[in-house]
């Protein structure tokens, strides 16, 4: 498939979404609030964690640290292989 061309409504679908996941994640990274992962819905249990993790960074953007700590509990309490579980735990021993 060439970049840009999709070959069903569902693929330009897919696509969008991910682009506004990367956006998401890209603005909250940099510093930026972006209240992406608070209305979206995750598809499976792993894009719940991440969506959660990128929930409480974005809660720390916007100086909730309560609700931010929350977060990052839930999320440190999943498998520690995950990377967003050790940097939800980092978090917390930070703080």
Do not use: C, P
Not at 4 to 23: D, M, N, Y
Not at 62 to 88: M, P, R
């Amino acid at each position: 498939m060439e970049s840009g061309k999709f070959r069903t409504t569902r693929e330009k679908s897919l696509a969008h979404e991910k682009f506004q996941v990367l956006q998401a994640i890209s603005d909250i990274e940099s510093g930026q609030v972006n209240s992406y992962f608070e209305t979206a819905e995750a598809k499976n249990n792993l894009d719940k964690l991440i969506y959660q993790f990128y929930q409480a960074k974005n809660q720390v953007l916007l100086g909730n640290a309560d609700k931010a700590k929350e977060l990052f509990a839930t999320v440190a309490h999943s498998n520690n292989d995950i990377y967003f579980v050790q940097k939800a735990r980092e978090y917390l021993k930070e703080k």
